[in-house]
């Protein structure tokens, strides 16, 4: 039986039975869509008579449905890896309409995060720093000190008292369970490098493959970081400042991300 069915018919038997499964009309995949875009899924009720929240027949403020959905998105994300859980498919599982997971968690990201407990949305604290009003513009597009500035929001986000012993778990699950690789892997893939890119400015300066590849170079770079100083515990990465590492680490991200590299022969662009 698979983790997914497990989790659904374990909330089945605690709670009764449970009604008709969720995953029908009224939701959908994330793809931009928040929480307000269901403004009928509300906490009285989701829009039916009689205050029952949608398909699943659960109450929108039932105490407990918000749980029960972290606890589906953890199944369907382990199960089948970041790209291929949807909300419909965790919705059904949690035997809830897809608009109450749009209004708990809003997208899909946000959901991971919640799922996984990391107590803060990747992207968003990525953007925050990398995109800020006012900052240089050639800093934000790539330029000088924009690798030590990445370093730095990194090093400095994974090692937050709320976010430590989070992602240090993931860390090393992911280096034990395929499937955890997969899941974090495709999470990267998704949430995180795409955001570099664009506060590198790639999106705009590079065909889609050669952004792609520069992003995972970069990967290699900080999870390499992350592991020898997180997880291996290397004297000389785990006694540096981060501020030191950042003034180390930084230009090899730059170079990276916009400077001259030698490219897959594939990537090569013409002249």
């Known amino acids: 039986m698979t983790a997914g069915r497990q989790a659904g018919r374990a909330r089945r038997g605690r709670e009764g039975g449970g ?27 989701g829009g039916r008579p009689g205050g029952q929240g949608g398909r699943g027949g659960r109450r929108a403020g039932e105490s407990g449905t918000r749980e029960a959905i972290a606890e589906a998105a953890r199944a ?13 498919g965790i919705a059904a599982v949690a035997e809830v309409d897809p608009a109450l997971v749009h209004h708990f968690y809003g997208t899909k990201e946000s959901l991971f995060a919640a ?29 000088p000190g924009f690798g030590a500035l990445l370093v730095r929001t990194a090093l400095t986000l994974w090692e937050s008292d709320q976010m430590k012993e989070t992602f240090l778990g993931l860390l090393r699950s992911a280096v034990t369970s395929e499937q955890a690789a997969v899941m974090l892997r495709e999470f990267l893939a998704d949430s995180i ?43 000389a990465v785990a006694q540096a400042s981060v501020d030191e590492l950042a003034a180390t680490v930084g230009p090899s991200v730059e170079r990276y991300l916009t400077g001259r590299i030698d490219l897959p022969a594939r990537l090569s662009r013409p002249a």
Not at 77 to 87: D, M, S
Not at 120 to 134: I, M, N, R, T
């Open 19 to 45: 009604g008709e499964r969720g995953g029908g009309e009224g939701g959908g995949e994330v793809g931009g869509e928040r929480a307000s875009d269901h403004r009928g899924a509300s906490d009285h009720g």
């Open 76 to 88: 369907q994300f382990a199960e089948l890896g970041y790209q291929r859980a949807t909300i419909r």
């Open 115 to 143: 799922a996984m407990r990391i107590p803060v949305v990747p992207s968003e604290a990525l953007a925050a720093a990398l995109f800020q009003p006012g900052r240089d513009p050639g800093l934000a597009a790539g330029g």
């Open 193 to 235: 490098l795409g955001t570099v890119v664009r506060a590198a400015g790639l999106d705009r300066l590079v065909n889609a493959a050669e952004a792609e590849y520069r992003a995972a170079m970069v990967a290699t770079q900080m999870l390499g970081l992350a592991l020898t100083r997180l997880v291996l515990g290397l004297p």
